[in-house]
Protein backbone atom coordinates (compact mmCIF):
# COMPACT_ATOMS: atom_id res chain seq x y z
CA UNK A 1 0.00 0.00 0.00
CA UNK A 2 1.25 3.45 -0.85
CA UNK A 3 0.45 6.12 2.16
CA UNK A 4 -1.03 9.19 1.86
CA UNK A 5 1.26 11.78 1.69
CA UNK A 6 0.56 13.82 -0.03
CA UNK A 7 -2.69 12.59 -1.83
CA UNK A 8 -2.55 13.37 -5.48
CA UNK A 9 -4.80 13.68 -7.91
CA UNK A 10 -4.29 13.53 -11.58
CA UNK A 11 -0.21 13.79 -10.54
CA UNK A 12 -1.46 17.17 -8.84
CA UNK A 13 -1.65 17.47 -5.00
CA UNK A 14 -4.94 18.12 -3.62
CA UNK A 15 -5.26 19.82 -0.34
CA UNK A 16 -9.13 18.98 -0.35
CA UNK A 17 -8.69 15.21 -0.77
CA UNK A 18 -9.97 13.15 1.63
CA UNK A 19 -6.72 11.82 1.99
CA UNK A 20 -4.86 14.54 2.79
CA UNK A 21 -6.91 16.23 5.54
CA UNK A 22 -6.87 13.16 7.16
CA UNK A 23 -3.13 12.16 6.71
CA UNK A 24 -2.87 12.32 10.46
CA UNK A 25 -5.47 9.51 11.30
CA UNK A 26 -3.32 6.74 9.36
CA UNK A 27 -1.35 5.29 12.14
CA UNK A 28 -4.74 5.35 13.95
CA UNK A 29 -6.03 3.48 11.34
CA UNK A 30 -3.24 0.99 10.81
CA UNK A 31 -2.94 0.35 14.93
CA UNK A 32 -6.54 -0.20 15.26
CA UNK A 33 -6.37 -3.06 12.58
CA UNK A 34 -3.95 -4.78 14.44
CA UNK A 35 -4.50 -7.82 16.99
CA UNK A 36 -2.18 -8.35 19.92
CA UNK A 37 1.12 -9.32 19.05
CA UNK A 38 1.37 -13.21 17.64
CA UNK A 39 3.12 -14.79 20.71
CA UNK A 40 -0.45 -14.72 21.79
CA UNK A 41 -1.70 -16.80 19.25
CA UNK A 42 -5.16 -15.35 19.26
CA UNK A 43 -7.57 -17.35 17.28
CA UNK A 44 -9.66 -14.81 15.56
CA UNK A 45 -8.30 -11.32 14.17
CA UNK A 46 -10.04 -8.03 14.57
CA UNK A 47 -12.81 -6.88 11.73
CA UNK A 48 -12.03 -3.37 10.63
CA UNK A 49 -15.02 -1.79 8.70
CA UNK A 50 -16.69 1.85 8.04
CA UNK A 51 -19.81 2.64 9.38
CA UNK A 52 -21.66 6.24 7.60
CA UNK A 53 -25.18 6.56 7.92
CA UNK A 54 -27.51 9.31 6.41
CA UNK A 55 -25.34 10.37 3.36
CA UNK A 56 -28.16 11.62 1.85
CA UNK A 57 -27.98 11.77 -2.01
CA UNK A 58 -24.69 13.20 -1.88
CA UNK A 59 -22.35 11.44 -4.48
CA UNK A 60 -19.50 14.06 -3.59
CA UNK A 61 -19.50 12.61 -0.45
CA UNK A 62 -20.33 8.99 -1.24
CA UNK A 63 -16.88 8.98 -3.67
CA UNK A 64 -14.95 10.47 -1.00
CA UNK A 65 -15.49 7.97 1.35
CA UNK A 66 -15.18 5.27 -1.41
CA UNK A 67 -11.71 6.71 -2.21
CA UNK A 68 -10.97 6.61 1.02
CA UNK A 69 -12.19 2.75 1.58
CA UNK A 70 -9.76 2.46 -1.82
CA UNK A 71 -7.20 3.40 -0.43
CA UNK A 72 -6.89 1.81 3.26
CA UNK A 73 -8.26 -1.56 1.04
CA UNK A 74 -5.50 -3.41 3.10
CA UNK A 75 -7.14 -2.41 6.58
CA UNK A 76 -10.39 -1.69 5.62
CA UNK A 77 -12.90 -4.73 4.84
CA UNK A 78 -15.82 -3.49 3.81
CA UNK A 79 -18.59 -0.36 5.04
CA UNK A 80 -21.49 -0.26 6.52
CA UNK A 81 -24.34 2.58 5.95
CA UNK A 82 -26.90 2.32 7.81
CA UNK A 83 -29.76 4.13 6.21
CA UNK A 84 -31.40 7.32 4.23
CA UNK A 85 -29.13 6.81 1.61
CA UNK A 86 -32.31 9.20 -0.57
CA UNK A 87 -32.71 12.59 -0.04
CA UNK A 88 -35.64 13.26 2.09
CA UNK A 89 -37.52 11.28 -0.38
CA UNK A 90 -36.95 8.56 -3.04
CA UNK A 91 -37.40 11.32 -5.78
CA UNK A 92 -34.24 12.59 -4.53
CA UNK A 93 -32.09 9.48 -5.67
CA UNK A 94 -28.77 8.99 -6.71
CA UNK A 95 -27.90 5.73 -8.03
CA UNK A 96 -24.42 6.00 -6.27
CA UNK A 97 -23.59 2.42 -6.93
CA UNK A 98 -23.78 2.46 -10.27
CA UNK A 99 -22.60 6.32 -10.68
CA UNK A 100 -20.44 6.57 -8.17
CA UNK A 101 -16.96 5.96 -7.58
CA UNK A 102 -16.47 1.95 -7.74
CA UNK A 103 -15.59 0.62 -4.51
CA UNK A 104 -12.92 -2.61 -4.09
CA UNK A 105 -15.12 -3.78 -1.34
CA UNK A 106 -18.57 -4.03 -0.88
CA UNK A 107 -20.74 -0.95 0.47
CA UNK A 108 -23.32 -2.71 2.70
CA UNK A 109 -26.64 -0.69 2.37
CA UNK A 110 -29.26 -0.53 5.68
CA UNK A 111 -33.45 0.84 4.65
CA UNK A 112 -34.27 4.88 6.50
CA UNK A 113 -36.73 5.78 7.02
CA UNK A 114 -36.52 8.90 4.38
CA UNK A 115 -35.94 5.81 1.96
CA UNK A 116 -39.22 4.76 2.29
CA UNK A 117 -41.05 8.42 1.62
CA UNK A 118 -43.19 8.56 -1.53
CA UNK A 119 -43.63 12.28 -1.52
CA UNK A 120 -41.94 14.97 -1.03
CA UNK A 121 -42.22 16.49 2.56
CA UNK A 122 -40.04 19.47 1.94
CA UNK A 123 -42.65 20.56 -0.22
CA UNK A 124 -45.26 19.82 3.06
CA UNK A 125 -46.91 16.78 1.11
CA UNK A 126 -47.82 14.17 3.37
CA UNK A 127 -45.80 11.03 4.47
CA UNK A 128 -46.67 7.90 2.59
CA UNK A 129 -44.77 5.01 2.52
CA UNK A 130 -43.61 3.45 -1.09
CA UNK A 131 -43.75 0.18 -1.89
CA UNK A 132 -41.31 -2.54 -0.59
CA UNK A 133 -40.54 -3.47 -4.29
CA UNK A 134 -39.57 0.12 -4.92
CA UNK A 135 -37.95 0.68 -1.75
CA UNK A 136 -35.87 -2.55 -2.89
CA UNK A 137 -34.97 -1.48 -6.26
CA UNK A 138 -32.86 1.15 -5.13
CA UNK A 139 -31.23 0.36 -2.10
CA UNK A 140 -30.45 -3.26 -3.43
CA UNK A 141 -29.62 -3.38 -6.77
CA UNK A 142 -25.68 -3.81 -6.21
CA UNK A 143 -25.43 -6.74 -3.72
CA UNK A 144 -23.68 -9.49 -5.61
CA UNK A 145 -20.44 -8.78 -3.98
CA UNK A 146 -22.20 -8.52 -0.42
CA UNK A 147 -21.43 -12.01 0.81
CA UNK A 148 -24.57 -11.82 3.28
CA UNK A 149 -27.49 -14.36 3.81
CA UNK A 150 -30.80 -12.44 3.38
CA UNK A 151 -34.16 -12.83 4.85
CA UNK A 152 -36.11 -15.23 2.76
CA UNK A 153 -39.05 -12.97 1.59
CA UNK A 154 -40.06 -11.02 -1.27
CA UNK A 155 -37.57 -8.14 -2.02
CA UNK A 156 -35.88 -8.80 1.21
CA UNK A 157 -33.99 -5.45 3.00
CA UNK A 158 -33.11 -7.88 6.21
CA UNK A 159 -29.68 -9.96 5.81
CA UNK A 160 -26.66 -11.02 7.80
CA UNK A 161 -23.42 -11.35 7.44
CA UNK A 162 -20.97 -14.26 8.61
CA UNK A 163 -16.59 -13.05 9.07
CA UNK A 164 -15.47 -16.46 10.81
CA UNK A 165 -11.72 -14.91 10.95
CA UNK A 166 -13.32 -12.61 13.37
CA UNK A 167 -16.25 -15.30 15.20
CA UNK A 168 -18.82 -12.38 14.35
CA UNK A 169 -21.94 -12.39 12.72
CA UNK A 170 -23.42 -8.96 11.41
CA UNK A 171 -26.97 -8.45 11.25
CA UNK A 172 -28.87 -5.89 9.42
CA UNK A 173 -32.09 -5.46 9.81
CA UNK A 174 -34.98 -3.36 8.24
CA UNK A 175 -37.25 -1.18 10.99
CA UNK A 176 -40.13 -0.35 7.70
CA UNK A 177 -41.27 -3.46 6.17
CA UNK A 178 -42.27 -6.84 7.56
CA UNK A 179 -41.33 -6.54 11.08
CA UNK A 180 -43.39 -9.53 12.15
CA UNK A 181 -41.92 -11.75 10.24
CA UNK A 182 -38.28 -10.01 10.86
CA UNK A 183 -38.86 -10.40 14.35
CA UNK A 184 -39.34 -14.40 14.00
CA UNK A 185 -36.52 -14.26 11.49
CA UNK A 186 -34.13 -12.60 14.00
CA UNK A 187 -35.17 -14.38 16.99
CA UNK A 188 -33.81 -17.70 14.83
CA UNK A 189 -30.58 -16.14 13.26
CA UNK A 190 -29.58 -15.28 16.96
CA UNK A 191 -30.15 -18.43 18.09
CA UNK A 192 -28.07 -19.92 15.53
CA UNK A 193 -25.37 -17.54 16.12
CA UNK A 194 -25.57 -18.01 20.19
CA UNK A 195 -25.18 -22.20 18.96
CA UNK A 196 -22.44 -21.26 17.37
CA UNK A 197 -20.68 -19.14 19.33
CA UNK A 198 -20.60 -16.20 17.27
CA UNK A 199 -20.47 -13.10 18.64
CA UNK A 200 -23.18 -10.68 17.31
CA UNK A 201 -23.25 -6.63 15.78
CA UNK A 202 -26.83 -6.10 14.86
CA UNK A 203 -27.36 -3.05 12.77
CA UNK A 204 -30.20 -1.14 11.64
CA UNK A 205 -31.27 2.68 10.95
CA UNK A 206 -32.36 3.81 14.50
CA UNK A 207 -31.13 3.03 17.92
CA UNK A 208 -32.56 -0.07 19.44
CA UNK A 209 -34.03 2.82 21.91
CA UNK A 210 -33.29 5.78 23.43
CA UNK A 211 -29.45 6.05 24.98
CA UNK A 212 -30.71 6.49 28.71
CA UNK A 213 -26.99 5.52 29.70
CA UNK A 214 -24.20 7.69 27.45
CA UNK A 215 -20.96 7.20 28.35
CA UNK A 216 -18.50 9.89 29.15
CA UNK A 217 -16.55 9.96 26.23
CA UNK A 218 -16.62 12.86 23.07
CA UNK A 219 -18.63 10.40 21.17
CA UNK A 220 -21.48 10.99 23.16
CA UNK A 221 -22.99 14.34 22.15
CA UNK A 222 -23.62 17.13 24.49
CA UNK A 223 -27.11 18.66 23.10
CA UNK A 224 -30.01 17.55 24.89
CA UNK A 225 -31.96 17.16 21.13
CA UNK A 226 -34.59 15.60 23.58
CA UNK A 227 -35.33 19.70 24.25
CA UNK A 228 -36.25 19.58 19.99
CA UNK A 229 -38.18 16.39 19.84
CA UNK A 230 -34.92 14.38 18.76
CA UNK A 231 -35.26 10.71 21.19
CA UNK A 232 -35.33 7.67 19.73
CA UNK A 233 -38.33 5.38 20.31
CA UNK A 234 -38.13 1.94 21.16
CA UNK A 235 -37.12 -0.74 18.63
CA UNK A 236 -39.62 -3.95 18.03
CA UNK A 237 -35.98 -6.07 17.64
CA UNK A 238 -34.70 -4.72 20.90
CA UNK A 239 -36.62 -7.43 22.78
CA UNK A 240 -34.83 -10.70 20.96
CA UNK A 241 -31.23 -8.99 21.38
CA UNK A 242 -32.09 -8.66 25.32
CA UNK A 243 -33.45 -12.30 24.99
CA UNK A 244 -29.99 -12.99 22.91
CA UNK A 245 -27.78 -11.94 25.71
CA UNK A 246 -29.80 -13.18 28.53
CA UNK A 247 -29.60 -16.69 27.14
CA UNK A 248 -25.79 -16.17 27.36
CA UNK A 249 -25.35 -14.82 23.70
CA UNK A 250 -22.58 -12.46 23.03
CA UNK A 251 -23.54 -9.00 21.24
CA UNK A 252 -21.31 -6.53 20.82
CA UNK A 253 -23.43 -3.61 20.27
CA UNK A 254 -26.37 -2.10 18.17
CA UNK A 255 -25.02 0.34 15.14
CA UNK A 256 -27.54 3.46 13.81
CA UNK A 257 -27.22 6.73 12.04
CA UNK A 258 -30.94 8.60 11.84
CA UNK A 259 -29.87 10.96 14.66
CA UNK A 260 -26.94 13.30 12.41
CA UNK A 261 -25.44 13.26 15.58
CA UNK A 262 -22.66 10.92 17.54
CA UNK A 263 -24.02 8.80 20.40
CA UNK A 264 -22.34 5.93 21.98
CA UNK A 265 -24.16 4.12 25.73
CA UNK A 266 -26.64 1.87 26.91
CA UNK A 267 -30.62 1.78 26.93
CA UNK A 268 -32.25 0.92 29.70
CA UNK A 269 -32.33 -2.76 28.92
CA UNK A 270 -29.11 -2.89 28.48
CA UNK A 271 -28.33 -2.68 24.57
CA UNK A 272 -25.05 -0.43 23.66
CA UNK A 273 -26.14 1.26 21.04
CA UNK A 274 -23.12 3.24 19.07
CA UNK A 275 -24.72 6.07 16.47
CA UNK A 276 -22.51 8.09 13.97
CA UNK A 277 -22.70 11.62 12.85
CA UNK A 278 -24.40 12.35 9.65
CA UNK A 279 -22.35 11.36 6.34
CA UNK A 280 -24.11 14.26 4.76
CA UNK A 281 -22.60 18.00 4.90
CA UNK A 282 -25.99 18.87 6.05
CA UNK A 283 -25.50 20.80 9.71
CA UNK A 284 -29.26 20.16 10.98
CA UNK A 285 -29.02 17.87 14.29
CA UNK A 286 -25.51 18.11 14.40
CA UNK A 287 -23.37 19.88 16.76
CA UNK A 288 -21.65 22.02 14.32
CA UNK A 289 -20.67 22.83 10.68
CA UNK A 290 -19.88 21.37 7.92
CA UNK A 291 -17.86 23.25 5.76
CA UNK A 292 -16.81 22.21 2.25
CA UNK A 293 -13.09 22.21 1.50
CA UNK A 294 -12.06 22.03 5.24
CA UNK A 295 -11.50 18.74 7.49
CA UNK A 296 -15.34 19.16 8.86
CA UNK A 297 -16.92 18.28 5.04
CA UNK A 298 -16.66 13.92 5.24
CA UNK A 299 -17.94 12.16 8.87
CA UNK A 300 -17.64 8.17 9.20
CA UNK A 301 -16.22 6.09 12.05
CA UNK A 302 -13.78 3.42 10.89
CA UNK A 303 -14.49 0.89 13.51
CA UNK A 304 -12.59 -2.36 14.99
CA UNK A 305 -14.20 -4.99 16.93
CA UNK A 306 -11.86 -7.64 18.38
CA UNK A 307 -13.29 -10.80 19.71
CA UNK A 308 -10.83 -11.99 21.56
CA UNK A 309 -9.95 -8.69 23.99
CA UNK A 310 -13.76 -7.55 23.49
CA UNK A 311 -12.58 -3.93 22.17
CA UNK A 312 -14.86 -1.95 20.12
CA UNK A 313 -12.21 0.58 18.43
CA UNK A 314 -13.50 3.70 16.42
CA UNK A 315 -11.57 5.98 14.76
CA UNK A 316 -13.16 9.64 13.05
CA UNK A 317 -12.72 10.24 9.74
CA UNK A 318 -13.37 13.55 8.69
CA UNK A 319 -15.69 15.87 11.35
CA UNK A 320 -13.31 15.42 14.34
CA UNK A 321 -14.84 18.55 16.56
CA UNK A 322 -18.15 19.82 18.22
CA UNK A 323 -19.12 23.02 18.66
CA UNK A 324 -18.04 23.12 22.39
CA UNK A 325 -13.85 21.93 20.58
CA UNK A 326 -14.35 18.28 22.20
CA UNK A 327 -12.35 16.55 19.91
CA UNK A 328 -13.11 13.07 18.41
CA UNK A 329 -10.41 11.30 17.36
CA UNK A 330 -10.28 7.77 18.86
CA UNK A 331 -11.93 5.89 21.08
CA UNK A 332 -11.67 2.05 22.36
CA UNK A 333 -13.73 1.02 24.46
CA UNK A 334 -13.89 -2.62 26.38
CA UNK A 335 -17.40 -3.70 26.17
CA UNK A 336 -17.18 -6.86 28.30
CA UNK A 337 -16.10 -4.91 30.95
CA UNK A 338 -17.41 -1.44 29.79
CA UNK A 339 -14.55 0.47 30.43
CA UNK A 340 -13.17 3.20 28.48
CA UNK A 341 -9.69 2.66 27.59
CA UNK A 342 -8.86 5.65 25.64
CA UNK A 343 -10.63 8.42 24.29
CA UNK A 344 -9.14 11.78 22.48
Known amino acids: ME ?42 VPLQFVHFSDVHNQLPLWNRLVEYVNHYRDYISFALHTGDYCGNYQGAYTDCYNEGVPCVHPVLNCTGNHDTNAHNTLLREPYRQAPKEKTHSLLFNRTENWDVTFMDAPSPMAYYKDIPQSNLRLIVLDLYYDLPEQIAWLEGVLKDAREKDLCVITAS ?17 KTDYTQVGGK ?36 DAGVLNVIVECATNWNGWTDGLRAEN ?45 EVISNW
Do not use: W
Open 3 to 44: FANPAPKFGVYDPNSILTLNRDMEPCVIQSSSPRNDHFKDPY
Open 205 to 221: HAATDFVSKPLPVTFQT
Open 294 to 338: SRNYDCFNVMTVDTVMGLIKIVRIGDCMDHYLRPKHVLCYDYVNR
Open 232 to 267: DVPSPFEPAIVHFKEAGGKHVCHLAGHRHSDYIGYT
